[in-house]
């Protein structure tokens, strides 16, 4: 079926720098998450976004979060700057109704 | 938060058993998914069940929904060792369109 991609599935960075991770939504899908999943844990939602705003956050969603996505092209979810708790699995999804599609993960680690 | 349970759940089992994992949800919903994740992987939406059914099958997985008590479970039929995974299930909150996920069940199936 259709997938949501997301670049890079890895990425190690130190901390204080910034990071964007990119995601490819199913084409037709007209709503864009980012969820952060820690080894273990439950999948927390982050935020939405829908006609280029932000629809909700969360309490995770720090001020040095931010998303975007210009042009049609990527979702994007930077971090600047980065902290340690920042480590975790970043996943994207995307959504038409209730047809949601996650992505398979950023593995994001700051050192 | 939005789920009574907040630690994830480990079950073990032989190929061949039969098992049901349990939610339940603190406020309204007209929809709960169950998601399976693989390892490395993200979430994969594998059953839905929608408020006005109180049952939803899809091959040897069998959903149910009850509203009155806030409740879902999910039971595996026969389980074989690619049931393996941790499941998840999840709402959207009505009036949000967040997807929220309980804190998930590792199941192993042993052969």
């Known amino acids: 079926g259709p997938k949501v991609l997301q670049i890079p599935s890895h990425q190690i960075i130190d901390m204080g720098q910034m990071v964007t991770l990119n995601c490819d939504p199913v084409?037709?899908?007209?709503?864009f998450y980012w969820y952060k999943q820690i080894l273990g844990q439950q999948m927390e939602f982050l935020v939405n976004f829908y006609n280029g705003k932000v629809m909700e956050k969360s309490k995770l969603f720090k001020d040095q979060f931010s998303v975007e996505r210009p042009d049609g092209s990527y979702f994007t979810l930077k971090i600047q700057p980065t902290a340690l708790e920042d480590s975790a699995v970043y996943f994207c999804?995307?959504?038409?109704?209730?047809?949601?599609?996650f992505g398979s993960g950023t593995r994001l680690l700051v050192i | 938060s939005q789920w009574g349970e907040e630690n994830l759940q480990a079950l073990s089992i032989q190929e061949g058993e039969d098992v049901t994992m349990n939610c339940s949800y603190k406020?309204?919903?007209?929809?709960v998914h169950w998601y399976r994740q693989d390892s490395g992987r993200g979430p994969a939406l594998i059953i839905l069940?929608?408020?006005?059914?109180r049952e939803k099958r899809s091959g040897r997985l069998r959903a149910t929904l009850d509203t009155s008590s806030q409740s879902s479970s999910l039971s595996i039929t026969a389980a074989q060792c690619e049931d393996t995974a941790v499941y998840f299930c999840a709402t959207d909150l009505s009036g949000s369109w967040q997807l929220i996920f309980g804190s998930g069940t590792q199941l192993t199936v042993m052969p």
């Open positions: 406020t309204y919903t007209t929809v």
């Open positions: 999804a995307s959504s038409w109704g209730t047809d949601y599609t």
């Open positions: 084409s037709n899908h007209l709503y």
């Open positions: 069940i929608r408020s006005n059914e």
